[in-house]
């Protein structure tokens, strides 16, 4: 039994087909990655600052340092600083030639890393009311910081959490990129978005408000399953205000999206166990079209050939059972059939 | 030291950075399956053939004969019969009502799976002539099988590898997936095709029969590592011929086919080791203007929050460096910068 859905707004569909039995405890199974709380040897914990690049902001006390060579900031509270292998950097060498036709740019941008406590083993889950609004105010600081940079297009900013997600540091962590293009995947948003008469994502939300795929909502923001998820248990946590760019949230604004990030974070922890997830901000600066966005997705299942060959995902939890779930609608999981193997 | 590149002729984008030292052997030993040449417990394996639903097509000594509920044929070559778990079905029900303006379609569509051979453990890369190229004649006849369908818009044809790249059967198999959509994948690239004056598949096969990406070539098909690689050792494999469907592949095209797929896979097994990998054709019917492409994908790296926020992706292998390594001009890997963790 399954049904083929239609995104939102664009063009993109996706399966859903709910076939075995799986309970959402069987995925925590399936994908748990090893939790290692050893500090000593983690270059991201409080006191190994000479084992990174220096800082370029370390946040203490709501105030803002930078390390030098010589000498590093201690006791912080958040640290942003260069990834030491980055994807992309401020001066990079010009490409090679290539052959006619074939388009190359120097990979110039930005690759920052941000720590987000220096507890070894802290999940934003357990995060303080202060302690998550300031790390929101410091995803605002630093999307400011490169959105402002010339030639920045895009700023991407993400977390990858466990192994399965790829992270490749078992420490609590965020990611920054700025990018010279838009990507495609915006640019298609937008292109949408511009001709239609409404946001989308305004029209969107007002459905998803009463739907059975609402998860909570709080004064500022409504975090739901969406009708068309690419995997299980997938959230969308979207600003009731129409509101295109982090940077231009207020701090009620950033207060209460780290309040239902952490809330949300605590029904996956519930559900699903200390499962490897993403989250991603969709946002745009100077665009006010655009309609800001925060996705969760949890690592538990693969990408295989079908989705590489047609980018149709087939998801084997109904975003509605998911939404459930997510809730605490269901506390003793029946072995009722959500799960399908590949 | 990295570059933004654009595909050939669609507006996306990857990222080449090669950062730390890592050679391909350091790949296979990252994701390596784990081997079991069990037999006993395989559904797939010839003897157990009870153990499926019954066989749509059982091909033995090139005739095609189908099982029965009560009469499995035995001794076959290849089997292809219904996915157990399937994605899509052939009469699904009609989905429930999801609210006003948002779309789902029932389910409907065929998934198929192919069993490779009938003996466990048994690659592609070891199969003899005939059988690789009975194999590519197996692939044909159940793409056409499925495109003469009617309300059927796409047939996708793939193979999951190994456990990292999807697969939950280790015995060698295939699967396709008749859908009643056209992904939109193929949509924006028959859309670029349509608004050029010459095929940019034809255009980019001339360039790359004589670049450093040329892996191999043989009377019909040029495989190459693509200079818009969303991942390290991605392999693409075209016809020399605009040909843009599978099922009008003459015998010659067939056994061509399978000689430069097998040859590539030997050279994976050379450098890489036993990698998950994918493969996924690419291709249309009643729409000549596609040029048909079968694309190899080892799976190395994961996708993370970036890939997942911008559909932007980063290769830590240049394919001209892939390519290299495919060809075997480097035999022993030296200790260069070919890898970067995320």
Redesign the interface.
């Known amino acids: 039994?399954?049904?083929?859905?239609?995104h939102?707004f664009?063009?993109?569909?996706c399966?859903?087909?709910e076939?075995?039995a799986k309970r959402p405890s069987d995925f925590a199974g399936a994908a748990k990655d090893s939790e290692k709380n050893h500090s000593e040897s983690c270059v991201f914990c409080g006191g190994n600052e000479e084992k990174t690049p220096p800082a370029t902001a370390a946040y203490k006390k709501g105030e803002i340092f930078a390390d030098t060579e010589k000498k590093r900031v201690r006791n912080w509270d958040f640290r942003c600083f260069p990834n030491l292998?980055?994807?992309?950097?401020p001066a990079?060498?010009s490409?090679g030639f290539?052959?006619?036709?074939?388009?190359?740019?120097?990979?110039?941008g930005f690759h920052e890393v941000i720590v987000e406590s220096p507890v070894h083993g802290k999940k934003l889950e357990e995060f303080s009311d202060a302690e998550i609004s300031g790390l929101m105010g410091v995803y605002k600081d630093r999307v400011c910081h490169y959105a402002a940079r010339e030639k920045i297009r895009?700023v991407?900013?993400?977390?990858?959490s466990g192994k399965?997600?790829?992270?490749?540091q078992n420490h609590s962590h965020s990611?920054l990129?700025a990018?010279?293009?838009c990507?495609?995947?915006?640019?298609r948003e937008l292109k949408a978005i511009r001709e239609g008469e409404k946001c989308p994502y305004c029209?969107l939300l007002e459905?998803e408000k009463t739907?059975t795929r609402l998860i909570r909502e709080n004064s500022k923001f409504v975090a739901f399953a969406p009708?068309y998820s690419t995997g299980p248990f997938e959230v969308w946590i979207l600003p009731k205000e129409h509101i295109s760019f982090l940077g231009d949230f207020s701090p009620e604004l950033l207060f209460a999206l780290g309040e239902i990030l952490r809330a949300v974070l605590r029904s996956y922890g519930k559900v699903l166990g200390n499962l490897p997830y993403?989250?991603?901000?969709?946002q745009l600066f100077e665009t006010p079209e655009y309609h800001l966005n925060l996705?969760l997705?949890p690592r538990i299942s693969?990408?295989?050939?079908?989705e590489?060959?047609?980018?149709?995902y087939?998801n084997t939890v109904s975003p509605e059972k998911a939404a459930s779930y997510l809730r605490g609608d269901i506390n003793e999981p029946t072995r009722e059939k959500v799960g399908?193997?590949?």
């Open positions: 039994m399954s049904e083929i859905r239609k939102y664009l063009p993109e569909y399966i859903i087909a076939g075995r292998y980055p994807a992309l950097s990079p060498p490409p290539r052959g006619k036709g074939l388009e190359a740019f120097p990979g110039f895009y991407s900013l993400f977390k990858n399965a997600a790829g992270a490749s990611q990129l990018l010279p293009v990507p495609q995947v915006l640019e029209v459905k739907s009708y993403n989250h991603m901000f969709y996705r997705m693969t990408a295989a050939g079908f590489l060959n047609t980018g149709i087939i399908r193997e590949k």
